[in-house]
C-alpha cells in the first residue's frame, strides 16, 4: 500500500508541551512537506525538505522544527514556543522539482487542552 | 504568502450541472495545478497545466489557462453529489519545488 502516513490522526497538547507528529512515505520520493491548515487560510507551509539531512524554513516555521534523517520520514515538532498550535497539520511528498506533484497524507488534528 | 486567490469562495449547484472555479494569482508560474480535499482529509492531486499550455482535459475536468491574465479555471461537468468537496489551485513558480496553494472554494452539489 503506497502512499503517505501521519500519525496519529488526532492529538491533544498541554500548556508548555512540545509533541510531534510524524510522517512517513514509501514512493520514494525526495521532497517532503509541512503544511498547516486553518479555516478559511488554506494551506500555509511551515517547512519544507528536498533531501535527507537538509531542510528550509516555510513561510509559518516559527515555534516548530523539523528533522530529515531518514528519506521516508519528516517529523514535526510543534514546540511550547507555537503559542496558537490548533489546526490541521498535512503532509506532502513529492518527486522534486520537475513538475511537483504532491501526495499528501490524511492529516493529523492538533488540539489544545 | 498565498499566490492563487481562487473564486468564488463558495459555490452551491445542484446535481447534474456544470461547476466553474477560477483562481487568479500574481507572478510568473511553471506550471498550476488542482487539487480537491473532502472534508477532514488530506488533498488529492486532479490536474497540472504548464504554462505554455492554454486548456488540458481530464474525464469531466476541463481546465483552461490564460497566463496574460494571469487566471485558471476549472471546470467540472454533469456534476455528481460526490464532487461536493474543497478544491485549490496551486502555483508552482519554479523555485526549490514548493507550491504556493490558494485559500480554496468550497463546492456543493445538491443531490
Known amino acids: 500500500d503506497g502512499g503517505i502516513t501521519q500519525s496519529p490522526k488526532y492529538l491533544f497538547r498541554k500548556e508548555g508541551q512540545n509533541v510531534t507528529l510524524s510522517c512517513e512515505q514509501n514512493?520514494?520520493?525526495?521532497?517532503m512537506y509541512w503544511y498547516r491548515q486553518d479555516p478559511g487560510q488554506g494551506l500555509r507551509l511551515i517547512y519544507y525538505s528536498q533531501i535527507v539531512n537538509d531542510f528550509q524554513k516555510g513561510d509559518i516555521a516559527e515555534g516548530y522544527s523539523v528533522s530529515r534523517e531518514k528519506k521516508e520520514s519528516f517529523p514535526l515538532t510543534v514546540t511550547s514556543a507555537q503559542k496558537n498550535p490548533t489546526a490541521f497539520y498535512l503532509c506532502?511528498?513529492?518527486?522534486?522539482?520537475?513538475?511537483?506533484?504532491?501526495?499528501f497524507g490524511a492529516g493529523t488534528r492538533l488540539s489544545v487542552l | 504568502s498565498q499566490q492563487g486567490e481562487e473564486d468564488p469562495q463558495a459555490l452551491s449547484i445542484q446535481e447534474g450541472e456544470n461547476a466553474t472555479m477560477n483562481c487568479s494569482y500574481k507572478t510568473s508560474i511553471n506550471n498550476l495545478q488542482w487539487y480537491r480535499q473532502n472534508s477532514g482529509r488530506g488533498l488529492v492531486h486532479l490536474i497540472l497545466?504548464?504554462?505554455?499550455?492554454r486548456e488540458k482535459h481530464s474525464g469531466r475536468l476541463r481546465v483552461t489557462l490564460d497566463t496574460s491574465k494571469k487566471s485558471s479555471s476549472l471546470l467540472i461537468t454533469a456534476s455528481r453529489a460526490a464532487d461536493t468537496a474543497s478544491y485549490f489551485c496551486?502555483?508552482?513558480?519554479?523555485?526549490?519545488?514548493?507550491?504556493?496553494f490558494g485559500k480554496g472554494i468550497t463546492l456543493s452539489v445538491r443531490p
Open positions: 514512493l520514494n520520493h525526495d521532497a
Open positions: 497545466i504548464r504554462s505554455n499550455e
Open positions: 506532502a511528498s513529492s518527486q522534486g522539482m520537475a513538475k511537483n506533484i504532491q501526495y
Open positions: 496551486a502555483t508552482d513558480s519554479g523555485a526549490n519545488s514548493k507550491l504556493t
